[in-house]
């Protein structure tokens, strides 16, 4: 069997195909666009992605899982699930109204029913989840500059599944769930990314498919709101499916896009990312050095040492760093080779970018040469 949902069951809360009788009943309500956070977010909650979640989080859940990383009913749940108004549209929403949602284009994809409605306490809310109120951090920044000042919880219903940047990768867990079982995997192993692929990554892959009973890999792809200098969404796609195709046996592996705003809050978001493959039904989870990490704000292992104290229903796979050592001539990391740094090749995603910038070669034994093909095509960056 696939894992089971986190907290039981999949909330799934989606109606496709009735669009024409719900916008019908749209008439005379108040419509809002959301900010594309929690645009991303109210998909997902309403395919079960964030299962047990049923609807954006309000006061006391806030205040639970900022403070004990809890829901409520203490069931472990670490990142914010929220839903701030804009300011030009704060006066139109009231608890208690129903709401109709906007995608980015204006059109509408699902209804609202909106319970409360509070002031978020921004600081606090930095603070607890990020580490930080510096607003050098992406998400921080985020917060002060960009969320309104007032939240609303309640639930979502999509009647529409807008187009989002993953295109025909993103699926419901559901779907995914549905392909484990027909492919008979039990034991499955989920892998989180938002670049692309160094042959250090697929070591991780590869190892974790090596573990005896191990079914499949699910490759799982946070494509969301583009910052300058990340990389474009098709990039990333792209890549991914070079390094599958000529790295990987097909019948093991599974790749699938996010489309959700990255959370880089460290040990936080580790555990956030790792919930939401339980519920793609994921038994494993692979965790990297300096997973969900930005600058140097986290221990780069933080988020392996949190599932020490958090049991989430998902087995972590962790690992030390790897790199590319001359001496053993290959892929290796620190848990299990002897030589010293100065045999280690060791290439950061920042020095990749720099290269491409430069129209430098990027080496072989960082990148298989497929994926260098589509990286050194030029314009894979967003300005
Ligand atoms: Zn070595």
């Known amino acids: ?111 609202m029913d909106v319970e409360t409605k509070y002031m978020l306490k921004k600081k606090e809310m930095a603070q607890d989840v990020y580490g930080t109120l510096d607003i050098k951090h992406p998400n921080v920044q985020d917060i002060f ?17 807008p187009k989002l940047p993953g295109g025909v990768y993103e699926k419901h867990p559901s779907d995914v769930r549905e392909e484990f079982a027909r492919r008979g995997w039990k034991n499955i192993v989920a892998y989180q990314a938002r670049n692309p692929p160094h042959v250090a990554h697929e070591y991780l892959q590869k190892v974790s498919l090596e573990i005896p009973g191990m079914d499949g890999l699910f490759v799982h792809l946070i494509i969301g709101r583009l910052k300058k200098g990340d990389y474009k969404a098709d990039v990333i796609l792209d890549s991914y499916s070079a390094l599958l195709k000529n790295y990987h046996r097909p019948e093991k592996t599974l790749m699938g896009s996010l489309s959700i705003t990255m959370r880089y809050a460290g040990p936080r978001a580790s ?72 045999e280690r090749m060791v290439i950061s995603q920042t020095r990749i970018r720099e290269m491409l910038k430069n129209h430098q070669e990027i080496p072989q034994e960082i990148i298989r040469p497929e994926v260098a093909k589509i990286l050194e095509n030029g314009d894979v960056l967003n300005e």
Request: net charge negative; glycine share 10%.
């Open 1 to 111: 069997m696939v894992n089971t949902p986190y907290g039981g069951s999949l909330k799934i809360s989606m109606d496709i195909g009735n669009e024409e009788r719900h916008i019908a009943g749209l008439k005379g309500i108040t419509a809002v666009k959301p900010f594309v956070d929690f645009f991303y977010d109210s998909l997902k909650l309403a395919d079960g992605s964030y299962s047990p979640l049923e609807g954006f989080m309000n006061e006391e859940e806030l205040e639970t899982v900022l403070k004990g990383k809890v829901l409520p009913n203490g069931l472990p749940w670490t990142i914010p699930i929220i839903f701030a108004v804009d300011t030009s549209q704060n006066d139109k929403v009231r608890a208690g109204d129903q709401i109709a949602l906007l995608d980015q284009d204006g059109r509408p994809y699902g209804i």
């Open 271 to 342: 555990i956030f990312l790792a919930i939401v493959r339980r519920n793609y039904g994921a038994t494993h989870y692979i965790i990297g050095r300096d997973q969900a990490g930005v600058g140097n704000y986290y221990d780069p292992y933080a988020a392996q040492r949190i599932f020490d104290e958090m049991d989430i229903g998902i087995i972590p796979l962790k690992f030390k760093e790897t790199f590319y050592c001359k001496k053993c001539r290959g892929i290796t990391s620190e848990s299990v080779c002897p030589h010293g740094m100065e």
């Open 145 to 161: 500059e960009r969320y309104g000042d007032f939240a609303i919880s309640g639930r979502v219903k999509v009647f529409r599944l």
